[in-house]
């Protein structure tokens, strides 16, 4: 018997600094690639045709319980690669009990922060935005899947599918 493996547990690390306790929810990159419908001439149906990746197919959400003063101060972050964030996820098999370690790391900044309300003696979630150049997700080592808008690589599975192109372009 085969069942999926879910989440455990996770950390959140921005640009390398630990936000274990701090970090309450994530919203992970949606991942949506760009198509348009072609029907040309003696043609019985469209056909999708793929033109890379969505307008913010990269974007992630990050929620943490309150004030964090250092997180607040990346909102300038000046590139559009200029802050990393990495999510660790332990995933277990309940079948086996073992466990997977997922990784998506990603680099972009912070577009929008959301304090939400304030009341006295409620709890308080502050969400951040992350507009995202680069992803990068590997299980247990493997890398499955990397995003570098700024570079043209896009690697499935250990394919890169840009590699062609990059050389048509010259690059």
């Excluded at 319980?65 to 607040?72: E, Q």
């Amino acid at each position: 018997m085969a069942l999926p493996a879910k989440l455990k547990n996770f950390n959140i690390f921005v640009d390398g600094i630990s936000m274990i306790g701090v970090a309450q929810e994530m919203t992970l990159p949606k991942l949506t690639q760009k198509l348009i419908a072609y029907r040309g001439g003696g043609m019985m149906a469209a056909v999708n045709v793929e033109l890379g990746f969505d307008d913010g197919a990269l974007d992630m959400d990050m929620s943490v319980g309150g004030l964090v003063a250092d997180l607040l101060k990346k909102m300038g972050t000046s590139t559009a690669d200029g802050m990393q964030l990495r999510f660790v996820g332990a995933y277990q098999d309940d079948s086996d009990a073992l466990y997977k370690s997922c990784t998506i790391q990603t680099r972009g900044r912070f577009t929008e922060v959301d304090w939400g309300t304030a009341k006295v003696g409620e709890d308080t979630t502050h969400k951040y935005t992350l507009k995202n150049t680069y992803v990068k997700i590997t299980v247990d080592g493997e890398v499955l899947l990397e995003v570098d808008a700024l570079n043209m690589i896009w690697v499935v599975g250990g394919e890169d599918k840009m590699a062609a192109l990059r050389k048509a372009m010259g690059m």
